[in-house]
């Protein structure tokens, strides 16, 4: 078994050289924040529960109920919306 390329003596390979390019980060926002900018990019809420389903078409999105959402999972909701870093910043 190979070690991980990012040298950092693990015997699997943990991703962590290539998250950066997998996930984008977007660092601390609210889930009502981040409710805000999706609508304003034509979003609807179509349900809520533990997690707030938004439409927009064929795409749906879920955003989890938490005070601070993880940059990681928020990067993965805006390339799920179809949308940049930069551009869901922009919203904000």
Known sequence: MKACPCQCL???????KFLPD???????????????ALQKAGFIVARQSKHIIMQKGAVAIQIPRHAQIN??????????????????RQLL
């Open 10 to 16: 693990r015997k699997k390979w943990c991703m962590r």
């Open 22 to 36: 997998a996930m984008p980060r977007i660092p601390g926002i609210s889930q009502r924040n981040a409710i805000k």
């Open 71 to 88: 940059p990681l999972t928020m990067g993965g909701i805006a390339k799920d919306a179809g949308l940049t870093p930069e551009q869901f």
